[in-house]
C-alpha cells in the first residue's frame, strides 16, 4: 500500500505534536488533542491511525510514549537516515551544510560532483567524483538522495540513480523529473513557488 503525501504530513505533523507533549509530562494523548493541534476533525486522526493499526480507546485515548515509537517506527524514525548530495554547487553545499537535518534525523553523508576543483574526499562530510556514487550507494546502504545539478544534466544523473539501490529523489533541478515503480521522485521548482506566490499577494491586493 503506498500511502498518499497527505497522510503522510498529518502524520508528521501528530507526531511533531507529541513530541512537544511528552516534553511536557503529558502520558496520554486523545484524538481530540490532535484534532485540534493540527486543525482536521477527531475522526480523521482515527481514521489516519487505524491505517496502521495504531488503536486507542474513547476514555484512555492512546499512550503517548507507545505511540510515537510507532510512528517513528512507520516514518522511518527510529534510526539515523542517511542522503546523498548529488551536485555540490552552491546550493548543493548549503544543504550539505544545514545545521536542521540532525534534529530530525537526518544525515547528509556523502556529496557527487563531477567537477575537479569541488572534489574534497577528505572533508568531514566527503565530495566525491560521480564515478563512485553506484559504488558508494551500494557499500552504504544508501536510499534517498537529493538531485541539485543543472538541468542539462538531470535527467542522466537521474537514470543512473535508479539503476542503484536509491529509492527516493528530492529534485531541486529547474525541470520536472519522472520516477518509476520503485524509485519515487519530489521535485521542488523554487523560482515556480516564488511565482506563485507573487501571483497570490498580487490577487490578494486586487481584492483588497
Not at 522511518?76 to 548549503?94: E, L, N, T, Y
Not at 535527467?155 to 520516477?179: C, H, W, Y
Request: charged fraction near 25%.
Amino acid at each position: 500500500m503506498r500511502t498518499n503525501e497527505e497522510v503522510i504530513n498529518r502524520l508528521l505533523k501528530y507526531r511533531n505534536v507529541m513530541q512537544k507533549m511528552k516534553g511536557l509530562g503529558f502520558v496520554r494523548v486523545f484524538s481530540d488533542n490532535l484534532a485540534d493541534a493540527v486543525g482536521v476533525s477527531p475522526s480523521l486522526v482515527r481514521k489516519d491511525f487505524s491505517m496502521f493499526d495504531l488503536t486507542g480507546n474513547k476514555r484512555g485515548g492512546y499512550q503517548l510514549e507507545v505511540l510515537l515509537k510507532k510512528l517513528n517506527v512507520i516514518l522511518g524514525k527510529d534510526k539515523k537516515q542517511k542522503i546523498i548530495i548529488v551536485g555540490c554547487g552552491k546550493m548543493g553545499r548549503a544543504l550539505m551544510n544545514y545545521n536542521g537535518f540532525p534534529r530530525v534525523g537526518i544525515r547528509v553523508v556523502a556529496g557527487f560532483d563531477s567537477e575537479p576543483a569541488l572534489l574534497a574526499p577528505d572533508a568531514p562530510i566527503p565530495i566525491l567524483h560521480v564515478s563512485k556514487m553506484k559504488e558508494y550507494i551500494a557499500k552504504n546502504g544508501i536510499k534517498l538522495a537529493v538531485l541539485t545539478v543543472p538541468e542539462p544534466s538531470a535527467q542522466s544523473i537521474l537514470d543512473s540513480l535508479m539503476k542503484t539501490e536509491i529509492r527516493g529523489v528530492v529534485n531541486f533541478a529547474p525541470i520536472p523529473l519522472r520516477g518509476s515503480d520503485t524509485c519515487l521522485i519530489h521535485n521542488i521548482n523554487i523560482e515556480q513557488e516564488f511565482e506563485k506566490l507573487f501571483y497570490q499577494i498580487q490577487f490578494a491586493d486586487r481584492e483588497e
